[in-house]
């Protein structure tokens, strides 16, 4: 029996989620409501539709966003209530970026008992390396959920890292892009007291990557982009009183003014991992500072 599966959202993430899953599910659709996704899926050679149509399974990879100092998912509950009107037996995949606790809300709020959390990790700069088909962490509403969304991925040959909740899913995407965050801003705070005492970063950087638990990444000119900076507001949305993580937003600021004060390259924003010391034994920690942090309409 055929399996009909629909991505909602054709972003720079949903469309090659999108072109992955139809090469395995033969009955797949796009479905977006801007009519530009729209025609850039067509002409990539997916099946699209602006009416959603019923499904087995839906791919959610629309995006989500930081307005008014508060998480935004609307989007997201928007296709949850769509999806759950045509099929509230479908299984509901999460791949796009979540606040804790909104996949179990919705499920609660539109009576479904089947929903997965599965983050991606897409990079726009490495797709053959961090596509779509790489290792994520999947998390289930039960156990039903957890057999259908497992043998969906597996399907799809995407290796999932199996954990307890679906809290713990979206959780571990806003803790991987929050880490890398906390990172930059840490190499940027480097950069400004090399620049104070006329040293070189580059050069420090160099030096002290060569110890095995190092890995500083390059000081650009700010943290940008769409990911970035909404993730790592999510968390302090959920934990208010964390000072790191506020210090650390405080940090970036501080950084691009006294970038912008010196006259130096127009700000841009952080969309691909440092570049490569010449250390070689450092594959775990270059596959950490490698977390998508790609401008897309699906984070």
């Known amino acids: ?25 033969k009955q797949t659709q796009g479905y977006d409501i801007s009519q530009q996704a729209i025609k850039t899926a067509k002409q990539n050679g997916i099946n699209t539709t602006t009416k959603l149509p019923y499904a087995d399974i839906y791919v959610i990879t629309v995006n989500t966003w930081f307005r008014n100092n508060q998480p935004d998912m609307s989007a997201i509950e928007d296709c949850t209530k769509k999806a759950a009107k045509l099929n509230p037996d479908a299984l509901i995949c999460y791949e796009s970026t979540l606040t804790i606790g909104t996949a179990r809300k919705l499920a609660a709020k539109y009576k ?11 990079w726009k700069q490495e797709e053959d390396k961090h596509g779509v088909v790489q290792i994520r962490a999947l998390g289930s509403l039960n156990q039903q959920s957890h057999t ?13 890292h199996p954990v307890n909740s679906l809290e713990i899913a979206e959780l571990t995407k806003l ?13 940027q705070e480097l950069k400004l007291l090399c620049d104070e005492n006329n040293l070189n970063y580059d050069e420090l950087r160099d030096a002290a990557n060569t110890k095995w638990n190092v890995d500083l990444p390059e000081a650009r000119n700010g943290i940008g982009g769409e990911c970035l900076p909404k993730d790592i507001q999510f968390l302090i949305n959920t934990y208010p009183t964390t000072a790191l993580l506020q210090a650390a937003i405080i940090a970036d600021k501080n950084y691009q003014t006294k ?39 699906s984070s």
Request: hydrophobic fraction near 30%; aromatic fraction near 8%; charged fraction near 15%.
């Open 1 to 25: 029996m055929a399996v009909n599966v629909c991505i909602m959202g054709l972003g720079n993430i949903g469309l090659p989620v999108a072109q992955h899953i139809s090469k395995i599910y």
């Open 112 to 122: 479904l008992t089947n929903i997965a959390v599965c983050p991606h990790r897409w």
């Open 148 to 160: 259908k969304a497992l043998e969906f991925y597996n399907t799809l040959g995407i290796p999932t």
């Open 175 to 187: 803790a991987e892009n929050t880490y890398y965050y906390l990172r930059i801003a840490y190499a």
């Open 259 to 297: 970038q912008q004060h010196n006259n130096k390259t127009p700000k841009q924003t952080t969309t691909k991992p440092p570049r490569k010391t010449t250390k070689t034994t450092r594959t775990q920690s270059n596959l950490q500072t490698e977390i998508n942090t790609s401008q897309d309409r």
